[in-house]
Each structure stands twice: as C-alpha cells, then as structure tokens.
C-alpha cells in the first residue's frame, strides 16, 4: 500500500506511462487510480526504469516543461538571450556611465556579487520576506545606487539578492523621489528580517 491506504503503483509498461507531480510542501497524488492534482512546482516523469525532473520554463505564460535546473525553453532561451543582450547595450548607452560600466565589469563587483547571492541563498529576498515565495535570485541590486553613494558599492548592507522581475519592480519606484525612499527603506527591513531568520 501507498500513501493514504491507496494501492501500490503498477509497473511500468511503457515509457511516460505515468506522471507524478510535486509541490515542496506535499505529494500530488496521480491522476490515475483516483489520485487528485494539486498546485504544480515541479514535475517527474517515469518511463522505462529513468525519472527526470521536470518545471516548466521561465518565461511568463509558457507552458512548455525543461528539465530541472534549465531557466528557458528552446524557443525562448535564443529569444531571452538576444532581449537580454539588446536590454543592456541600451542601458549601457543611455543610462549606465563609464565609472559604472567599469565596475560591473570587474573582480570586485563580481566578489561582492557572489558574496550577496551566498548570503541570500541564491533567492529573490524581498519576495520571500514580503511574500513568502522562494525564487530564485538572478540579480543583485545597490539599494543606495552606484552613482549616488560610490562608497557603498560592495556594503553587503547595500546589496540585495532579488529577481529580474522584482528589480524591474524596483527600478519603477526609484523613478519616484518617495516611491524610491520608501522602497529603499522596504528593501533594508527585508535584509534585517532574513539575517534574523537565518540566525534562528
């Protein structure tokens, strides 16, 4: 017997016969037998004796499954990487100067970069603080811009682990003068917060 009295699984008789999916907090049961889907994170499938983890791509409003540990889809990982490419020769341009440029190019910022993923965990920090949800972190944000406080650009006080979508989020209320205030004031609390709850 399975899990809750429900009867042990068949074997296998064909490859993708059955798909298992799981939540982090519980096991979905299958849609076979009786067995009821709940929310998605992740999906296993089993076929001829292998498992692969699967999740679905990235990319908002695509349905498409990658395995575990690839962000984007085929048809969105070229897409992703020439908008990303495009995004910052933009930014770079309009709005990024030499001193930053330069920065963000060297081993400095790159040590002080991997030393904010590692103290976050690798996940978005104000989703997970204001939220609840665990993403992953692709991006490490100034809270004091670069330009506006140079002093501060590896103050691990300064920095914080967050996702794409957040910091574009975050970006559009530092247009504002009291958006950006508050905003910067949001984003101290949450590192104080995590740095509470990892220290138990």
């Known amino acids: 017997m399975g899990l809750d009295n429900t009867p042990d699984l068949p074997p296998f008789t064909s490859p993708f016969n059955y798909v298992i999916i799981f939540t982090i907090s519980k096991l979905c049961r299958l849609k076979r ?42 048809a969105h990982t070229v897409g992703k990487t020439a908008e990303n490419r495009q995004r910052h020769k933009e ?14 190019n060297s081993a400095e910022w790159k040590a002080a970069r991997a030393r904010a993923l590692a103290r976050d965990t690798n996940i978005d920090i104000y989703l997970y603080i204001m939220e609840g949800r665990i993403v992953p972190a692709d991006t490490v ?11 501060k650009r590896c103050d691990m006080d300064n920095l914080i682990s967050i996702s794409e979508a957040t910091h574009s989020m975050i970006s559009k209320a530092y247009k ?25």
């Not at 994170?41 to 692969?52: H, L, P, V």
């Not at 999740?55 to 990658?66: F, H, I, W």
């Open 176 to 200: 504002d003068a009291a958006k950006k205030a508050a905003m910067q004031q949001t984003l101290r609390e949450c590192i104080r917060e995590y740095k509470r709850r990892l220290a138990g």
């Open 33 to 74: 037998g009786g067995f009821r889907l709940g929310s998605c994170r992740a999906i296993s499938i089993y076929g001829g004796g292998r498992m692969g983890l699967m999740k679905y791509c990235n990319r908002t409003g695509c349905n498409r499954l990658v395995p575990q540990g690839v962000k984007y889809c085929a």
């Open 91 to 104: 930014y770079d341009a309009h709005c990024r100067n030499q001193t930053a440029k330069d920065f963000y």
């Open 141 to 151: 944000h100034h809270i004091v811009e670069l330009m506006e406080d140079y002093s």
